[in-house]
C-alpha cells in the first residue's frame, strides 16, 4: 500500500488463533475425498486484511468439516424449517451440493418469505399460527437461549437497521473516564407486535386471557385494566390518563434542591414504564407496522411516539445538566499543567482533553445519549444474520468452490476465500451469501451505531467473520501503564489498545471511499475513521444524522489533542486532507441538519422535541423558552396535553437550577399546563402546579377551578389539597364567591325599577350562587368573611325580588355565626372592638334578617287572610226539619271558626306590624352602616341605598293593606307619622309617585274613620 512505512508493519501476534495462518489454510470434505487447498493473499497487501492487521480482537478459525454443515442448515432454514436446540437434522438428509433457490426467495426483503420466517418462528414459539397451514413444529425452546430471546424489543424506528437485538450495552467509541448516564433503570422495551403474521382486532377470547406468550416461550402478564383499555374508544388516552399524577408525585417526592437529577431520573424512569404499556397494548391489539394502523389506535401511536422521544429528552436534559452544574475537582489546574507535557498514552490524553473541554465533552454526552436511544429502538427481529450463518464464512460460496475443484468445471465464482478476495478478483460471492453479506453488515452498523462494539464483534464471530471482528477492534486507544509506573512487584501491566492506531485509520478512511463495497460496510468504517461524507447515505433519520455529524466531530477534535500531545519515536500516519475539510461545530451541525438534502430529515428537524433537544444540546435556555411559548401562544396548532406536561417541567427543573430566563413566559407555560389540568378535570394535581404560579395567578385560578365543583365531599377535598400545596385558601374561596356572585351585578341597577312582580323565579344561575356560600362555611375562621358573601348575593336577590332564594341564603349561615364571628376575634385581638367592616357586615346580616322576618310575617298574613278564612254555610231553600237543624248546627261551627280566624288574623296582624316596624324603625337606620371609619366599598353603599329605595316603600304599604284590612285605620294614620319623622326620615325613600300613591291609601283610611264618626285623624269629634 502507498504511503505506508515498512518498519511499521509488523506482525500481528494474538493469544486467539489468526483466521490467516501461513498465507494459507487447508480444508478436509466431509465425506473424504481430495484435499482443497484455498490460498490467502499476505494480509498486509489487501484491503480488509491490512485493517485487520493492525487490529487487535480474537478471531476464530475456520473448520471445513462444519461449512457443509452450516451450508445445509441455513438451506433448511431458508426453506422453512427450524432447527432443534443442537441445531442437528438426523431425519433430514441432504446431498453435498447446495439445492437450487426458488427465485422468489432469491431476494432478502421478500413478503412471503418475512411472513413465512415470521409463522414458523411463532409456530416454534407457540404462538397461534393461521388455521389450514400447518407448520413443522420443533421445541420452542429453540430459541430461549439468551443469544436469541428478544430481551428489549423497541418500538419501530425511524432508522433503516431491521431485526436488530438488544445486548448489553458498551461504551462508545471516544468515552471519557467518568460516566454522564444519570440512572441506571432497566430499559426494557415491548414491540408493536413486529412479531404478528396479521394484523386483527382483538377478540372477546383474546380479551378474557390474563398472559400474553411473548417469542422465546415467555409470558407476560395482562391485567383486565389492559383489557378494559383496550375496549376504550381511544386506548392510548386512556393508557396514559395516570402519567399527569405519576409526575406530580415525583414532583412532590423531589423538591430538595439536591434532588433534581434524581427528579429527572424518575420522570425518564415513568415515560419508560408508559412506552412499555403502551407497547403491550398495541401488541396487545395486533397493531402492526407492516399492515398499517388501525383508526382507533391512531393517537394511540402519536402519544406513543411522544412520549418515547420526552423520555429520551429527560434522558438527554439529565446528563447534559448535570455535567454543566458539576463543578470540577480542585486538582484540575495541575491536570492542566500536565498537559503541557508530551505523553505516551493516547488514553491519557483524552482522558484529559475530555476533563478540560466542556464542548467536547458534552458533545460526547451527546453521542452517548444516541447510542443509549439506538439501544431502545433496536428491534428483535426474526431475520438476524446469526439465524442463517454459524460459524462458518460465506459457506455456499465454498461449498461451490468445493464442488467445481471436485468436479474439474470452471464456474465465474471466487477462486480465493480470503478477505479481500472478492475485491480483488472482481467476482461475486453466491446468492445466499451475498444476503447474509448484507445482512449482517446492517446489522453491525446498526450496534456501531447504539454503541454496542462487543456485540458488533460478536455477531461477527458468531457469523465465522473473525477477521471481521478483528478489523473493528483497532479503534481503541493505546495505554501502556508500564511507561509511567511499574508495579512493586516487577510484573508488568497489560497493555491495552492498538498502537498502530494511525495506520488503521488511514485504512478505514480509504475504504469507507471505495465505491465497490457495500454502504454500509463503507459506513462502518467511516464511523470508525471520523468520514462524515461516506458516514451520512447509511442515515436516514434525524437522529441518525445528528450521531454522525456529533461522532465525527468528536473523532477530530480527539484526534487532533492526540497527534499534538503523544510523543512517540516514530511519524504517524498523515490523514487524508478531507478529514479536516469540514468545520464543525454544534450549531453549525444542526444549521446542516435543517437544509439536509433528505426531506425526511429536514421534516424531523422541525419537530418539537427535536427543537427542545437542539436547545438543551445548545445550551441556549432563552431560546428554548422562547420557542415552547410560541407554541403556548399559537392558537391553531396548541401543543398536546403530554407536551404540555413535558414543557411546564422542564421550567420547574430549570427554575429548581436557578437557570430559569424569560419568567413571563415560564409563568405562561405553568399556567397554560394548569388550564390543561383544570379541563382534564385532574383534580388532585390542580392545586401543587396552581402553586408553582405568582400569587395572584394562584388564587384566580384555583377559584376558576373550585367554580366547577359542585359535590361537597370534593369541595372539602379540594380545599385541603390547596392547604397542602400552601394556597391562601381563604383568599381563594372568597374570589370564588365573588366571581359567581358578580356575573350579573352590573344588573343591580336595572333591576332595583319598580315593578308589580311580587316574586321572581330562581334559575339555575341563582342556585349556583346559593350554592356557592358553601365554600365560606367550611372554615370557622372564615365567618366573617361568609356573612359579607351572604349579605352581597341577598342583596341581588332582594333588588331582584327573589325573595324565596335570599331566604335559602341567609339560612345557609349557621345561627350562630356572629357570636363566632365575636369569639375569633377576641381570641386573636382580645377586647378591642370588632373591625369596621365586620361590625358593618354584622349589622347589615341583622338589617336582612329583619327584612326577610317581616316578609315572611306577611306572607304568613296573606295565607291565612285569603285561603284560611272560613266559609260561610249557605241556608237550604225550603228545606225540610232535618236541614234546617243541620244548618243551624253548620251556622254556630262557623261563627266559632270565624272568630278563632279573627283572633288568629288579629295575633299576626300584630306581628306584621311589629317585624315591619323593626326594619321601619331600625337602630341607626335599615341597611345603614354605623361605621365609616374603615375600608368604604362603593358598590356595596350603591346597592344598600337601592335597597332602601325598592324595599322601605314597598314595606309601608304592605303594612298599610294589613292594617287597612283587619280595620285598623287609626294606626294606619299613625304610620304616617313615622314616615314623616326627622329621625328616620323615612320619606326620603319614596319617590314622587309612589308617595303621592300612598297618600291615596291614606286617604281612604281617613274616609273609613269618617265614616264611623271620627275625625280624618281617627280621634273623636268634640261638638
Not at 570 to 582: G, N, S, T, V
Amino acid at each position: 500500500m502507498a504511503g505506508v512505512r515498512k518498519e511499521a508493519c509488523e506482525p500481528w501476534t494474538s493469544t486467539s488463533q489468526s483466521p490467516v495462518e501461513h498465507g494459507q489454510y487447508q480444508t478436509r470434505r466431509p465425506e473424504g475425498g481430495d484435499r482443497l487447498s484455498v490460498s490467502f493473499q499476505e494480509p498486509v497487501d489487501t484491503t480488509l486484511g491490512y485493517i485487520w492487521k493492525y487490529s487487535q480482537g480474537q478471531s476464530q478459525g475456520f473448520n471445513a468439516e462444519t461449512m457443509n454443515e452450516s451450508v445445509d442448515r441455513k438451506r433448511a432454514v431458508r426453506q422453512g424449517l427450524r432447527p432443534g436446540n443442537r441445531l442437528s437434522f438426523p431425519s433430514l438428509q441432504f446431498s453435498n451440493s447446495p439445492a437450487p433457490r426458488e427465485e422468489h426467495m432469491s431476494r432478502t426483503l421478500n413478503q412471503e418469505h418475512i411472513r413465512r420466517s415470521i409463522g414458523l418462528l411463532d409456530q416454534a414459539t407457540g404462538t397461534t399460527t393461521t388455521p389450514g397451514h400447518p407448520v413443522p413444529r420443533t421445541p420452542g425452546s429453540a430459541l430461549k437461549h439468551s443469544t436469541y430471546t428478544p430481551r428489549r424489543p423497541p418500538t419501530a424506528s425511524q432508522f433503516d437497521v431491521s431485526d436488530l437485538m438488544g445486548q448489553t450495552p458498551s461504551r462508545s467509541l471516544m468515552t471519557p473516564g467518568p460516566t454522564f448516564n444519570l440512572s441506571a433503570v432497566d430499559q426494557t422495551r415491548l414491540n408493536t407486535s413486529l412479531f404478528l403474521a396479521t394484523p386483527r382486532q382483538p377478540t372477546a377470547a383474546d380479551l378474557e386471557s390474563t398472559a400474553v406468550q411473548t417469542p422465546g416461550g415467555s409470558t407476560e402478564d395482562f391485567t383486565s385494566t389492559n383489557v378494559h383499555l383496550l375496549l376504550a374508544e381511544d386506548p392510548g388516552i386512556a393508557a396514559s390518563e395516570g402519567l399527569f399524577e405519576k409526575f406530580m408525585q415525583c414532583f412532590t417526592e423531589h423538591q430538595s434542591p439536591t434532588d433534581v437529577f434524581t427528579l429527572v431520573a424518575k420522570y425518564q424512569e415513568v415515560c419508560m414504564e408508559q412506552v412499555d404499556m403502551l407497547n403491550n397494548l398495541v401488541r396487545k391489539a395486533g397493531v402492526t407496522s407492516s399492515y398499517g394502523i388501525p383508526k382507533k389506535f391512531a393517537r394511540t401511536v402519536e402519544v406513543l411516539r411522544l412520549l418515547d422521544q420526552e423520555k429520551c429528552s429527560w434522558r438527554l436534559i439529565g446528563s447534559l445538566y448535570q455535567d454543566r452544574q458539576s463543578v470540577l475537582e480542585d486538582d484540575q489546574e495541575d491536570m492542566d499543567v500536565n498537559l503541557e507535557t508530551p505523553s505516551q498514552s493516547e488514553k491519557d490524553i483524552m482522558e484529559a482533553f475530555f476533563l478540560g473541554n466542556s464542548e467536547v465533552r458534552q458533545s460526547q454526552i451527546v453521542v452517548d445519549w444516541l447510542e443509549e436511544n439506538a439501544q431502545d429502538v433496536l428491534r428483535s427481529g426474526y431475520d438476524r444474520a446469526e439465524f442463517y450463518s454459524k460459524s462458518i464464512c460465506w459457506e455456499n460460496t465454498l461449498h461451490g468452490l468445493k464442488r467445481q475443484v471436485g468436479t474439474g468445471q470452471r464456474q465465474s465464482s471466487l477462486s480465493h476465500l480470503d478477505p479481500d478476495a472478492p475485491i480483488r478478483e472482481s467476482k461475486p460471492l453466491a446468492d445466499l451469501d451475498k444476503e447474509d453479506e448484507v445482512r449482517l453488515l446492517r446489522e453491525v452498523f446498526g450496534n456501531i451505531r447504539a454503541g454496542r462494539m462487543e456485540e458488533a464483534q460478536r455477531l461477527c464471530r458468531k457469523c465465522g467473520q473473525s477477521w471481521r471482528a478483528a478489523t473493528l477492534d483497532g479503534w481503541r486507544l493505546y495505554d501502556d501503564p508500564n511507561i509511567s509506573e511499574v508495579p512493586a512487584t516487577g510484573e508488568l501491566q497489560h497493555i491495552k489498545g492498538n498502537k498502530y492506531r494511525d495506520i488503521w485509520k488511514s485504512v478505514c478512511w480509504r475504504m469507507a471511499e471505495d465505491e465497490r463495497f457495500n454502504v454500509y460496510e463503507r459506513a462502518i468504517y467511516a464511523a470508525l475513521s471520523g468520514n462524515l461524507k461516506e458516514l451520512l447515505p447509511a442515515c436516514d433519520s434525524w437522529d441518525d444524522c445528528l450521531w454522525a455529524y456529533f461522532k465525527v466531530f468528536v473523532d477530530r477534535q480527539v484526534e487532533q489533542e492526540i497527534r499534538d500531545k503523544l510523543n512517540l519515536s516514530r511519524e504517524l500516519e498523515a490523514l487524508p486532507d478531507a478529514y479536516y475539510e469540514k468545520e464543525l461545530s454544534p450549531s453549525r451541525i444542526f444549521q446542516e441538519l435543517q437544509s439536509h438534502p433528505r426531506q425526511i430529515v429536514e421534516m424531523q428537524s422541525k419537530e418539537k422535541h427535536h427543537i427542545i433537544q437542539k436547545f438543551i444540546i445548545l445550551g441556549d435556555v432563552d431560546a428554548l423558552i422562547e420557542e415552547m411559548g410560541d407554541w403556548i401562544y399559537d392558537d391553531v396548532s396548541r401543543p398536546s396535553h403530554h407536551l404540555v406536561r413535558f414543557m411546564a417541567h422542564v421550567v420547574l427543573f430549570l427554575r429548581a437550577l436557578g437557570l430559569q430566563t424569560k419568567d413571563a413566559i415560564c409563568v405562561a407555560i405553568i399556567e397554560a399546563y394548569v388550564k390543561d389540568l383544570i379541563t382534564e378535570k385532574h383534580t388532585k394535581l390542580v392545586a401543587m402546579y396552581t402553586a408553582q404560579l405568582p400569587y395572584d395567578m394562584q388564587v384566580s385560578w384555583y377559584a376558576r377551578f373550585l367554580e366547577g365543583i359542585h359535590d361537597k365531599e370534593e369541595r372539602q377535598h379540594c380545599l385541603h389539597l390547596a392547604e397542602e400545596a400552601g394556597l391562601d385558601v381563604a383568599q381563594i374561596t372568597k374570589t370564588v364567591v365573588e366571581n359567581i356572585r358578580t356575573r350579573d351585578e352590573s344588573e343591580f341597577t336595572a333591576h332595583t325599577q319598580r315593578s308589580s312582580l311580587l316574586e321572581a323565579a330562581t334559575s339555575a344561575e341563582d342556585r349556583r350562587k346559593i350554592e356557592a356560600t358553601d365554600w365560606l362555611v367550611f372554615d370557622p375562621s372564615q365567618r366573617a368573611e361568609a356573612v359579607k358573601q351572604s349579605n352581597a348575593i341577598i342583596r341581588t336577590f332582594l333588588a331582584t325580588k327573589k325573595h324565596d332564594a335570599a331566604k335559602e341564603v341567609f339560612h345557609k349561615i349557621p345561627a350562630d355565626s356572629i357570636d363566632l364571628i365575636c369569639r375569633n376575634w377576641q381570641a386573636q385581638a382580645g377586647r378591642e372592638r370588632l373591625p369596621a367592616e365586620d361590625e358593618n357586615a354584622v349589622n347589615e346580616y341583622l338589617c336582612l334578617k329583619a327584612y326577610l322576618d317581616a316578609l315572611d310575617s306577611f306572607n304568613d298574613w296573606f295565607e291565612h287572610y285569603h285561603n284560611k278564612q272560613p266559609t260561610k254555610p249557605s241556608a237550604p231553600d225550603n228545606g225540610n226539619f232535618h236541614e234546617m237543624v243541620r244548618f243551624e248546627h253548620e251556622q254556630k261551627e262557623y261563627e266559632l271558626e270565624l272568630e278563632r280566624w279573627r283572633q288568629a288574623l288579629g295575633s299576626q296582624s300584630m306581628g306584621v306590624k311589629e317585624y315591619i316596624y323593626n326594619v321601619l324603625l331600625f337602630v341607626d337606620g335599615w341597611m345603614v352602616d354605623k361605621r365609616m371609619d374603615g375600608k368604604v366599598d362603593e358598590t356595596r353603599l350603591e346597592q344598600m341605598n337601592g335597597l332602601r329605595e325598592l324595599c322601605l316603600p314597598m314595606l309601608c304599604v304592605l303594612l298599610h293593606t294589613v292594617l287597612h284590612t283587619t280595620e285598623q285605620y287609626k294606626e294606619c294614620l299613625a304610620l304616617a307619622d313615622v314616615l314623616a319623622s326627622e329621625d328616620n326620615q323615612l320619606y326620603k325613600v319614596f319617590r314622587r309617585p309612589e308617595l303621592q300613591q300612598f297618600l291615596s291609601k291614606l286617604s281612604e283610611s281617613s274616609l273609613q274613620l269618617l265614616n264611623q264618626n271620627l275625625d280624618p285623624l281617627g280621634y273623636e269629634l268634640v261638638s
